[in-house]
């Protein structure tokens, strides 16, 4: 099996949570948490996803005090310009120095009615902005207990992959509905597993390179207590977050799961 050389990722998906200026405090909080903690910033990347009206402002925070954070936006417009009331497109978050977007969360598919084939036109939207995606994917309990644990996530995946070129920077989250914000957690084998699955689809899709580049987080209930165990199977790389990444110190921990650890 290839060396892992994947960099941890540990995202924060704010949702619709922190105005732009309960973002300045929890930014700098964060900073200062992980500085006091001598966290060295190099081993885990650190990614935050605030809502659109506060990225100008975070933006300029992590550039003015050299925050190593790389920010991401939660959605993004599969159009580049033009008559979209509400909508924001990739070429805006690029310009605010968005590393990430956010695409395909079970927020916006079940509220928003966002289909695998709008997810697939906002990846290539992503991609064409230089922004990488982060596509969610995962099933609810009925699905689970219809078609097994992976059926779903492996669907949803080979049509967002479609048309995505071998070399494109993505990322992957894997999000059972039933886990979010539920407290409901997945267990580290049932994480596993279906990562696993996923990063069989990316190598279908994608090639073998790609499969070993690219990171697959696991996503639902994550807290620093349980942070670790998800950490330690070989195909999940990181987490994306949710509620308790508005909490500092227990993001803070998450980001630190290796000192828990000792790895
Ligand atoms: P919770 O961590 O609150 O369960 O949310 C997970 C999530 O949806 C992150 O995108």
Not at 207 to 217: P, Q, S
Request: aromatic share 6%; proline share 4%.
């Amino acid at each position: 099996m290839a060396v892992n050389t994947r960099t941890p990722l540990i995202a924060g998906n704010w949702k619709m949570n922190l105005d732009h200026l309960q973002a300045v405090a929890f930014v700098q909080k964060l900073h200062w948490t992980l500085k006091d903690a001598k966290h060295d910033g190099g081993s885990v990347e650190v990614a935050l996803f605030p809502p659109f009206t506060d990225l100008r402002t975070v933006q300029t925070l992590l550039d003015a005090d050299k925050i190593p954070f790389a920010l991401g936006a939660q959605d993004i417009s599969s159009h580049d310009s033009g008559a979209y009331t509400g909508e924001v497109s990739g070429a805006f978050l690029a310009k605010l120095d968005n590393r990430y977007v956010i695409i395909g969360h079970s927020e916006r598919r079940e509220y928003h009615a966002e289909t695998d084939e709008v997810v697939a036109a906002k990846v290539q939207a992503a991609l064409k902005h230089g922004l990488a995606p982060v596509i969610c994917v995962g099933e609810t309990l009925e699905q689970r207990e219809e078609s097994g644990p992976t059926a779903v996530s492996v669907a949803q995946l080979e049509v967002a992959l479609e048309g995505v070129p071998s070399n494109a920077d993505i990322v992957v989250a894997y999000e059972p509905v039933w886990a979010i914000g539920t407290g409901q957690v997945a267990s580290p084998e049932q994480a596993q597993e279906v990562c696993a699955a996923l990063r069989g689809v990316i190598t279908d899709k994608l090639g073998e390179d790609a499969a070993a580049r690219t990171r697959v987080l696991y996503g639902g209930s994550v807290k620093a207590a349980n942070i670790a165990s998800f950490m330690r199977e070989p195909d999940v790389d990181g987490a994306l977050v949710g509620g308790a990444s508005l909490v500092v110190d227990e993001f803070a921990a998450i980001i630190r799961y290796q000192k828990h650890v000792g790895v």
